[in-house]
């Protein structure tokens, strides 16, 4: 109910339940026969739990186990979940670790009546976790009731909100959500309005490379910027810009000496790449548009994708879907998106590679066009990360759009229908 009542982006919830210690064959034995103590705090794997929630709150990806409660063992895949505006956790031993206290910013206890618990752990042990009624009842009367007056209801005390009657409670959670509301509003949840305001006049960064604007290259932005360019038309010189952009992004590339025969039998000092692999990767939906250029250029280079969306409601980029190669962390990864205007979308796909241990100074951002604000911000985030694309636009609108722009750069591409603004790409696409 207060996931539901938040309406927030990006909310995290992070069960205790998950955190169950790996069994040992005895302990194995006893848990098949209902004498094992689940319910007391040695049963939880207090220094994973702690690792976790500091990641979390740091914004970095986490690997979450996965605890099969029928074979009372840890799955072998593990789960990850990334960093939110909201992380919840919950577990009936929340407040038993004095560390793990001091990672809470709010502290809630919810005190149901001990007749509800029951029916509760009966319902949820027999329907979902394939347990027999009498097994469920012996192991409430042993260890489930003793530990909640040993361990769980002397912790009350420490709780800043105490809910009775649980769920039932609408009041109490109103009040709950209206005060994460206000303690989100005074650390600005608000990516784009913070970035918005950041790093005004001041000079573009070292790490930005913008390909030489020929003639010809600024002839070609004339037919993609007008807005009477045919779909066919635009497309064609899309594509033309992202062949020249690709090329110009890997003469970033390291190379280093080396020697060949040519057919004469002569040899000929040259240059050959020195890293191990090339992988790009394209935020959709534009970003796949690159995707053929790369390939035409780099002919064993391996593609990933990561699907970043704008909740039209908040502004707020988010993460829906994520593929990317097996170990690209020794890679050169090229991360195309067409548009990039707060760079509020870029910056959580930076991190995202950053959290797969790709190398800061390793990513390569490519995008054909580029406010100053998304620069700024990209370069201030990672200062290694190079930053190339083929024009710069000044400014954005009240709406962050890029001005003077491109449009939807996925709507004229694709043919669909645009937005009625006429917006970017980065910042339209929905949640839905």
Known sequence: MIIEALDVPWVVLLSMDSFYKVLTTQQQEQAAHNNFNFDHPDAFDFDLIVSTLKKLKQGKSVKVPVYDFTTHS???????????????????????????????????????????????????????????????????NKFVKPAFDQYIQPTMRVADIVVPWGSGNTVAIDLIVQ???????????????????????????????????TPQVRGMHTIIRDKETSRDEFIFYSKRLMRLLIEHALSFLPFQDC????????????????????????????????????????????????????????GEPELHYLRLPKDISDDHVILM????????????????????????????????????????????????????????????????????????????????????????????????
């Open 179 to 213: 005060h994460m509301h206000s303690q989100l509003e005074e650390r600005e949840l608000s990516v784009r309005a913070a970035l918005a305001s950041a790093h005004q006049c001041h000079p573009l960064p070292r790490t930005l490379s913008v390909l030489k604007s």
């Open 74 to 140: 840890r799955k072998k895949d593990w789960k990850t979940l990334y960093g939110a505006n909201v992380i919840i956790f919950e577990g009936i031993m929340a407040f038993a670790d004095k560390t793990l206290l001091e990672l809470l910013d709010m502290k809630i206890f919810v005190d149901t009546d001990s007749d509800i618990r029951l029916v509760r752990r009966l319902r949820r042990d027999i329907s979902e976790r394939g347990r027999d009624i009498e097994g469920v009842i012996k192991q409430y």
């Open 259 to 314: 020697v060949v025969q040519t057919p004469q039998g002569q040899d000929y000092a040259g240059k050959c790449y020195a890293g191990k692999q090339i992988t790009g990767v394209s935020i959709l939906r534009a970003g796949e548009t690159m995707e053929p250029a790369l390939r035409a250029v780099c002919k064993d280079v391996r593609i990933g994708t990561i699907l970043i969306q704008t909740n039209q409601l908040t």
């Open 337 to 432: 998106d067409c548009t990039v205007s707060t760079g509020a979308a870029a910056m959580m796909a930076v991190r995202v590679l950053l959290d797969h241990d790709v190398p800061e100074d390793k990513i390569f951002l490519l995008s054909l066009l580029m406010a100053e604000m998304g620069v700024h911000s990209v370069a201030y985030a990672f200062p290694r990360v190079r930053i190339i694309t083929t024009a710069v636009d000044k400014r954005v609108n009240d709406l962050f759009r890029i001005i003077p722009g491109i449009g939807n750069f996925g709507d004229r591409y694709f043919g669909t229908d645009a937005a009625p603004d006429g917006s970017d790409e980065e910042e339209v696409a929905s949640t839905s």
